[in-house]
């Protein structure tokens, strides 16, 4: 078959795809052009009613009503209102999730507060023989700055562990353990289920990072037991650039939830000015202090794409998106110009294919010329985000196949 024929074929799947594409009608609510937006998981894309609600939030909530937003507003109660809007995506019941600071921040907090729980739990401190912490030596950077100088202040030790050997190094000293979802890197899917298993029957209290998850695939915090977890909303969840990040903590261990940041907005008696701490009941212990309202409420109203969408049609899709472009790259880039390092296999893969390729970073510079936006991490990386509330078929044909010139073109 010519090269010509071959291209006529996926061009014409990719149509007959994008007809029978049930979430064909969200990419409507975004604000989009004739770019072909692969880049999701670093940036979502604009819902287009957000900035008509940012422009109401400035103009009349702070403008107008100024202070007395926080209540006839509800500025007050926001990071829980947008929590529950978080949790079904996540797989978890409302009241459980808590909206604020960034996932370095949350990471922190839950990982402090991981390892305080467990020592609480076998009747001490950390120093009850739980003094490890272990971590995925594969995470992205800050997880692990974090990880390392919590264990530090806590007096844990550090475990880098790949996550698939994470069952054979969990023991009467673990403490903690936290791992990602997906990894930032290759789009490699962890087995979430299996490994919160293990480390729940080890004793330990297991933590989350979904950054790479939420709002791509289902999670199922509540059905498979996490203790704790933390995300970001500005990937999959399209809340903007440093919009707020979450906290998630099971119902079952609000109580015991001891925050290393126990700010004014977490008292129970926030306006109070007691100097003695007491912490609020349920997840509002993780809040810390005065919530950023315009992003926050940025984020809110960016969730309302999500208006009649299941987590399982946006996992279809995207199991559909991310072949279909494997299969593009086989037939459009020269063979042995790149390599997938994303699996091939449906339940280890999330929702982004990452190719090695040699000039990966001069590559993707010239794909962005070209009107396909990916992002490259060094040294050889070129990653592909397909987020399906907006990418369709026809865009993941165009990318590989300008991916395919691109890369001959530079041979």
């Known amino acids: 078959m010519s090269e010509r024929s071959e291209r006529s074929e996926q061009v014409v799947r990719a149509e007959k795809l994008d007809a029978a594409d049930e979430l064909a009608g969200v990419r409507s609510r975004f604000v989009l052009d004739d770019v072909v937006y692969l880049d999701g998981n670093s940036l979502g894309a604009l819902p287009a009613n957000v900035p008509g609600r940012v422009e109401d939030v400035v103009r009349r909530q ?6 007395r937003s926080w209540e006839e507003s509800g500025w007050w109660t926001a990071p829980e209102r947008i929590g529950d809007l978080i949790a079904p995506l996540v797989g978890a019941a409302a009241g459980q999730i808590v909206v604020g600071d960034s996932t370095s921040v949350n990471v922190f907090k839950a990982l402090v507060a991981a390892v305080r729980m467990a020592g609480a739990g076998a009747g001490a401190g ?9 971590v995925d030596a594969t995470t992205f950077p800050t997880d692990g700055y974090i990880a ?11 475990r ?9 190094v969990l023991g009467d000293r673990t403490a903690a353990v936290l791992l990602n979802h997906v990894d930032y890197r290759t789009g490699r899917l962890h087995d979430l289920p299996s490994l919160t298993s293990a480390i729940r029957a080890a004793g330990a209290v297991s933590v989350w990072d979904l950054c790479h998850s939420a ?24 809340g903007g650039p440093g919009s707020p990040a979450y906290l998630y903590v099971r119902r079952e261990l609000q109580d015991s939830f001891d925050s290393p940041l126990p700010g004014w907005n977490s008292h129970a008696e926030p306006f109070g000015m007691r100097s003695a701490y007491e912490p609020a009941a349920g997840a509002l212990r993780g809040r810390v202090g005065t919530p950023d309202i315009l992003s926050m409420l940025a984020l809110e109203a960016a969730l309302e794409v999500w208006e009649g969408v299941s987590v399982e049609s946006v996992r279809a899709k995207s199991l559909a998106l991310t072949d279909f472009f494997l299969e593009c790259v086989a037939s459009y880039v020269p063979e042995g110009r790149v390599e997938s390092l994303t699996p091939s296999t449906h339940a280890e893969r999330g929702s982004q294919v990452a190719l090695r390729c040699d000039d990966a970073g001069d590559v993707m510079k010239r794909l962005i010329e070209r009107g396909v936006v990916g992002d490259f991490r060094a040294p050889d990386v070129l990653r592909f985000g397909f987020t399906p509330l907006y990418v369709g078929f026809g865009d993941v044909e165009r990318a590989a196949r300008v991916l395919g010139e691109t890369v001959a073109g530079a041979v």
């Not at 950390?126 to 272990?134: I, P, S």
């Not at 880098?160 to 054979?168: E, M, Q, S, T």
């Not at 059905?223 to 909303?233: P, R, S, Y």
Request: proline share 7%.
């Open 62 to 67: 702070w403008g107008e009503l100024r202070i």
């Open 126 to 134: 950390a120093g009850a023989g739980r003094d490890e912490v272990v």
């Open 148 to 158: 390392e100088s919590a264990a530090r202040m806590t007096g844990c030790t550090l």
């Open 160 to 168: 880098p562990v790949a996550p698939a050997d994470v069952p054979g």
């Open 215 to 238: 709002g791509a695939l289902p999670v199922g915090l509540d059905e498979h037991g996490v203790d704790l977890a933390v995300g970001c909303t500005y990937k999959y969840l399209n």
